[in-house]
């Protein structure tokens, strides 16, 4: 990998030393893979091509045929659709103003707003699903605009969580335009109007490609909040496979779901992939220099997208969360005071939960701090390979299809993963162990899913280190391996306080796979959220309020600190 | 200059560098069948237009690049196999490449914590080269408060620690302004001089290559035009395109472009003549 005389006249140790670092390097992260992503998943997509019959298991296409004949397929696609469709539509136009005044005007307080901005989207799916049920229910602050168990209410949750893609995407790409091009425009007559509309627009075009991509990614397998806000008559591919799986009990039917959604998402990955090359190219023409100027309110220009973004700001991000909050500290008698927070102790209303709510706080730090620590170390070593760039054609081609690779946990479902877990990991690999039961495979679900965000976090910042830093290094007299140690070590740890953030809280949250896999014993944080508020009684609702809030607010300070050691830097994908 | 084998130097014989090549595409050839000694103590100056291979030879040199043929030799030892850490050769790039990581004293030490050299030599060996290099007592300071003459200052304390056996430049002075860079050039032609150091100094500027080298080697599309010393280079240019490319218009080809140059070039000529 270090390339350099192919005819070796005198073989060292120290190559043989590199080739089985390397080779460790890339074999451990793709045995992890294979154990616990392909293999899983391969399986429960095969269960919906073959039936089991007395002979054994025959290839049988009979399940596909009936679950497409059924109306109730076709309504659950078309609304998966529909709601992606409008989910990304609406984030990007909110966005682009959005990104316009955070990143391209300067206002006292806009660090502030920014970090406000990017909460939503490490926010647990269940927290934002109890946050705006309890914001549409009766009695809820939009309780008179019936808005629960809609459309619209849906749309507006998922706009809640991914503004701040488009945001951070397309602003971070935007603050670093030179503004120079727009002002010859002006200065050849375009009108600000026109000369945004036919210089900064087509600029920015790849960052709002590859964020609509990444939004509608996240619209189309959204789980928690559909199955919290959706209520019986709205879902997605991704709560039918769960109703079907655990409500019913039909895994033929949700394997065949399980297919029809990896067709959905493989074809936005694949246009996500193309908008993100572009917009790696795209970076390449924008300067270093970070040129944002005053807020002008006098000015049309800045004033439109100013108050669009107050809007957006203050109606649909802090309003959910001030009503969470809000809501929480109603006692279930209707008083004020901190009777829920005090019920956190308890099993909850009629024993509702097996275990009390700190007991699952503390299994979700505990799963969330081993599912970060696997997610680091293998997502770590596959951005070291992969930013790697190797001399040999056909290396080069490996380590691009090992990237790839990696991004596909981000694509299938997590509900789809848990589920794939359920039917494989009885024997993994024959082994007499039954991973079901040893509370392992929680973790492990959790760090699938974080994988891909650790990688997209931490390649960024392992590509913009100048090669020729390690060959100054080299002829300095280091050994590849000091290189790694005292260039690339140093420069990466500085986006692995993020990526570790990043993995953990994502992790806390995780929804999806983790109402599979977790036992009544070990469940966590999010888990015992869903329950309680699957439960009758105000009691257990006013608790799910409490837990939800004390959820938002640990993922929410785990991020603010992974972000302050980010520093003010490009690159990052979310 | 024929039997190299047992010369102390550096040896590159017929060295061939190809860009790009795959099992159906040979590539493009950067470096096409290059032949150069240095002897020890000496420096030399590889000259030529941008794009010619010079530093593409550089780099084939530092173990950098692999050869696609022919071999470098230094003090009669085949370097094939030998990787760059091993070769003890020093290299500056034009930019520096300081580590941002460290500070200026950690940068220049870094050769020598390879190297395993104690705490306190270090810090000694580090004061003087930075002494050397004009920069006393910069030791503490942030890589990211330096002017671009002062990293490029500290990057030569830093390939000079090691005490290297051979030093690669790569156009170390471009990206400075005019006046530093003359400035510079008397500066690194003493620090080499005063080290006794090896060195291979590749420039695209004829009047820095003068200033700095023992012998100049003019180089163009891949291959070496003549190498000779500065006043012999300009007596006698061995053909026209090393007469052009150092701006001297040969008496029957009308008007060399770059008219400054080749009033210079043409002054150098006729005190040569005079000589």
Redesign the interface.
Known sequence: M???????????T??WGAWLGWGAAVALPLGFLAVFFAWPVVSLVLQGFFAETPTGRELDLSGFAEVLSQDRTWRIVGQTLAQALTGTVLSVLLGLPGAYVLYRCRFPGRTLVRGLVTVPFVLPSVVVGVAFRALFAPGGVLGWAGLEESFAGIVLALVFFNYAVVVRTVGGMWERLDPRAEQAARALGATPWRAFRTVTLPALGPAIASAAAVVFLFCATAFGVVLVLGGLRYGTIETEIWTRTTQFLDLRSAAVLSVLQLVVVGAALLVSSRARARRERALHLTSDRVSAHRLRLRDGADLAPALVTLVVVAGLLVLPMAGLVTRSLRAPDGSWGLDNYVALGTTGGRNALTVTVWEALGNSLRTAAWAALIAVVVGGLVALVVSRRP?R?GLRHAVGALDAAFMLPLGVSAVTVGFGFLITLDRPLGLDVDLRTSGALVPIAQAVVAIPLVVRTMLPVLRAI?P??R??????????G??LR??DG??GTRSLGLAIGFAFAVSLGEFGATSFLARPDTATLPVVIYRLIGRPGAENYGMALAASVVLALLTATVMMVAERLRGDRPGGEF | MEQARETAGLAVRDAVVRYGA?RRRPGSVAVDGVSLDVAAGEIVALLGPSGCGKSSLLRAV??????ASGTVAFDGD?L????????????L?QDG?L???RDVGRNVA??LE??GVPRAERAARVAALLADVGLAGYEGRSVATLSGGEKQRVALA??L??R?RLL?LDEPLSALDRRLRERLAVDVRDALRATGTTAVFVTHDHDEAFTVADRVAVMDAGRLLQVDAPDVLLCAPANTRVAEFLGLAAPDAPGARDTSRARTAAAATSTGHDL
Do not use: S
């Open positions: 270090d390339g350099h005389g192919r005819r070796l006249r005198r073989p060292t120290p190559r001399r054609a100048d020729r830093l060959e100054a290094a080299a002829t300095l007299g280091a050994a590849p000091r290189v005292t260039v140093p420069l | 795959t530092a173990g950098l690049e692999p050869l085949d094939a196999g030998v990787p760059v850490h091993r070769r003890n050769f020093g290299l790039f490449q580590f941002p990581h870094y050769g390879t190297q830093r390939a620690a090691p290297p690669l």
